[in-house]
Antibody, heavy 121, light 110 residues
Framework: QVQLVESGGGLVKPGGSLRLSCAAS????????MSWIRQAPGKGLEWVSY????????YYTDSVKGRFTVSRDNAKKSLYLQMNSLRAEDTAVYYC??????????????WGQGTLVTVSS | NFMLTQPHSVSESPGKTVTISCTRS????????VQWYQQRPGSAPTTVIY?????PSGVPDRFSGSIDSSSNSASLTISGLKTEDEADYYC?????????FGGGTKLTVL
């Protein structure tokens, strides 16, 4: 079955860096747009970034532009999010997500279980 | 940027039908697909409706989605409510530049 497993979350100080990873299985990873979506404690969902199947098209929400970098390795069936210059407001559960179709990142079909990132001194 | 507005909370009794609305602030609701996600307490979201009205495999047909151009809104309807349907529900859509979630609606089944 389709499965997404995130790793790499943890506690980091303001200004620090963290790299999230997502291991995919159960589908042809190279066919799908992939995304990172986050949820701050007690808050709603926020679409952080997406990357096209080939990696040629990338989107970031305004609040992370210049600080976060999304990438993928289709051979390893893995998605990554490099997070630099972290702020307290980046504290959230980060979900890896697969698009519902192979055309674009219009919606999410499958979600991972999430990994918690806490930015605090 | 457009916004998607949902009611903060709704409640209904088991066996009844409930509808959750999602109103788009600018741009036509019909121009871009709407998705709906369910998030039970302490769990990751799951997709219950995609492309306005399509159900992923495994989602019961008690869940249905629709759009209404006259009110520029989308709706998620859940019939034959069960206690297990108690959750937060989020709508989501997009345009050429942005991916937007609604603020979420807490459904209480009592």
């Amino acid at each position: 079955q389709v499965q997404l497993v995130e790793s790499g979350g943890g506690l980091v100080k303001p200004g620090g860096s963290l790299r999230l990873s997502c291991a995919a299985s159960g589908f042809t990873f190279s066919d799908y747009y992939m995304s990172w979506i986050r949820q701050a404690p007690g808050k709603g969902l926020e679409w952080v970034s997406y990357i096209s199947s080939s990696g040629s098209t990338i989107y970031y929400t305004d609040s992370v532009k210049g600080r976060f970098t999304v990438s993928r390795d289709n051979a390893k069936k893995s998605l990554y999010l490099q997070m630099n210059s972290l702020r307290a407001e980046d504290t959230a559960v980060y979900y890896c997500a697969r698009s519902s179709d192979t055309v674009a990142a219009r919606g999410i079909g499958t979600w991972g279980q999430g990994t918690l990132v806490t930015v605090s001194s | 940027n457009f916004m998607l507005t949902q009611p903060h909370s709704v409640s209904e009794s088991p066996g009844k039908t409930v509808t959750i609305s999602c109103t788009r602030s600018s741009g036509s609701i019909a121009s871009n697909f709407v998705q709906w996600y369910q998030q039970r307490p302490g769990s990751a979201p799951t997709t219950v409706i995609y492309e306005d009205s399509r159900r992923p495999s495994g989602v019961p047909d008690r869940f249905s989605g629709s759009i209404d151009s006259s009110s520029n809104s989308a709706s998620l309807t859940i019939s034959g409510l069960k206690t297990e349907d108690e959750a937060d529900y989020y709508c989501q859509s997009y345009d050429s530049s942005n991916r937007v979630f609604g603020g979420g609606t807490k459904l209480t089944v009592l």
